[in-house]
C-alpha cells in the first residue's frame, strides 16, 4: 500500500520548532509520509533567527522534480519562500498542476523581526492556492490595508480569495484580543469565525508552520477544506496547551507536536 504523501516546501530550522522540520513533525504525527524540499537553512534559536541563507532556485526546482516524477504528493504546503528566484520554482510547479490541493502559508517575517519572504513572489504564487493562511501582519502587507480586527479579517481574506485561492483563513492567534483565538475562513458560502480559547504561553514559535502543515496532511488523508482547517485549529491548541511549561530555550519555545 502506498501511504498519502504530502510535501512540505519551506526554509529549515536549526531549532526545530518551525519550517520544515516542525512540518515533518506534523506529518508524522498525523500519519502521512512526509516529503521535503528546503528553501533556506536559517541559523536560528528560540530567540530568533540569526542568520538565512536562501537555497538557488535552480537547486529548489531540481527537489522538486525529483519527488513530483517519483513521489508525487497528494497535498502540498509552502511556507518560507525565501526569495523570488525560489518562489518562481515552486509557481512553475504549481502552474503545470502538479502541486495538487496546496497551501500557501505566505510567510513574510519571523515573530522576531527577520525578513524570510517577499511579498511579490507570493502574489504570483497565490493563484495556485487552494488554501492560503496569513496571519494578520502577512494579510495586511497582500491586501495593503492594516488588519488589526475580527471584521477586517473577514474583509482581508474576501479580498484575497477574489485572487485565486477558493479558501482563505487570516489567523488572529497573535491579535491581544482577550480569550478568544478568532481565525476568520473565508468559504464560497462566505466568512466563517472559528474560535477557541486562547492558550497563554510563550512556546508559540511554530505556530503557523504547525496550522499550515496540519491542515495540508488531512487534505492528504482526504478531509474536504473546512474539515481540514477545523482539526488542524483543534490540533494547534493541542499542541501549544501540551508544551506550555516547557523550558526550550530562553526565548519563544516550540509546540509540542
Ligand atoms: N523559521 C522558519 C524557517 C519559518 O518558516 C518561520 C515561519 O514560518 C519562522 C522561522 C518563524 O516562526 P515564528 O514566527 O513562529 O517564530
Known sequence: MTPPIALTVAGSDSGAGAGIQADLKVF?????????????VTAQNTRGVHDVYPIPGNVVGAQLTALLDDMPPLATKTGMLASGEVAA?????????????????PVLESSSGRRLGVVSA???????????????????????????TPAD???AAGQLAAGGPK?????????????????????????????YPRIATRN?????????????????LGDAVPQAVTFAKQY?????????????GSGAGPLDH
Open 89 to 105: 520554482a515552486v509557481t512553475a510547479k504549481a502552474r503545470a498542476g502538479l502541486l495538487p490541493n496546496l497551501v500557501v502559508d
Open 153 to 155: 479579517m473577514a474583509g
Open 28 to 40: 508524522a504525527a498525523l500519519r502521512v509520509y512526509g516529503t521535503s524540499v528546503v528553501t533556506a
Open 236 to 248: 494547534v491548541a493541542r499542541a501549544l496547551a501540551d508544551a506550555r511549561e516547557w523550558k526550550l
Open 122 to 148: 507570493i502574489e504570483r504564487l497565490l493563484p495556485y492556492a487552494l488554501v492560503a493562511t496569513p496571519n494578520c501582519e502577512e494579510a495586511s502587507a497582500l491586501v495593503g490595508w492594516p488588519v488589526a
Open 167 to 195: 479558501f482563505v483563513v487570516v489567523t488572529g492567534g497573535d491579535l491581544a484580543s482577550g480569550d478568544e483565538a478568532v481565525d476568520a475562513m473565508w468559504t464560497d458560502a462566505g466568512v466563517r469565525f472559528l474560535r
Open 204 to 220: 508559540t514559535h511554530g505556530t503557523g508552520c504547525t496550522f499550515s502543515a496540519a491542515i495540508a496532511a488531512r487534505l492528504a
